[in-house]
């Protein structure tokens, strides 16, 4: 039976004479037209296209970056690019199906896939921090821990779950979310404690405030952005903390946008 290890050394072998660019053009398209495919099928065939979605994900960034993955690595570096492909797989059931919003919502996902591998490149090959290329791709990678954390909780919310689900998907996906930031800042091959008590510091803060706000009277989106805000606010911060880099004026860019959202969340209260 052909397992996961050997689908990838055979990936390994018939593609390392294809230029690395030309890799990441033909992933992103295969991918593009697997998300266009599926979206042509209603909501109850997920159980199908997600598993399709993740191996073929996996699959194709381990084809395009190809050299140099350690075993950290593999959770690092492929994270990302299979949680934006499924975050905008469900967000896309959210709107009417039809091709006024499957056309935008899908060239923005091949653009998005296509900058989620470079980011894995980056990271991969070890950049200095102190480089213009480490920044942008961290920015971008963060940009898309914020857009893929609230389309997840946007599709959550929709289903109006009780608030002990919510807590728990909301926890989790901002603990994973913030193991693979953590990570970033130092590149290791292996996970370290203070790293995960972070990550575990940011699940459990929106664990709570996920049960708190499942009590509240708000529109779905404003439930998705408070959220959203608010793990961008404290993991960022952690982030620059953990980096040795917590100035006043960092403190304020985040500290800012966090009570921007909260007094936006106030103003959409509808007891």
Partial sequence: MLTIHHLLQTVRKKSSRIEKRYRFVISATILTALVVISTFFPFNYALIFIPLLVMATYVLTYFSLLEGIEDMSRFGLFL???????????????????????????????????????????????????????????????????LSSFFIFNLLFSFQQIFLVNAVVVGVTGFVLGIHLFWTIKLNKHLEREILLYALLIGLILAELAAVISFVPLKIPIYSLFLTACYYSLSGLLYNYIDQRLFKETVREYATVLVFVCIITILSLSW
């Avoid at 919502?105 to 900058?115: D, E, F, K, R, T």
């Avoid at 591998?117 to 480490?134: A, D, H, R």
């Fill in 80 to 146: 990302m690019p299979v949680v934006v492909t499924i975050a905008f797989y469900f967000f896309y059931f959210l709107f009417p199906a039809r091709w006024l919003t499957r056309i935008p919502l899908i060239v923005l996902y091949g653009i998005s896939i296509y900058a989620m591998l470079l980011c894995s490149n980056i990271f991969n090959v070890g950049v200095e921090k102190n480089l213009q290329l480490y920044r942008a791709a961290f920015s971008i990678n963060f940009f898309y821990h914020a």
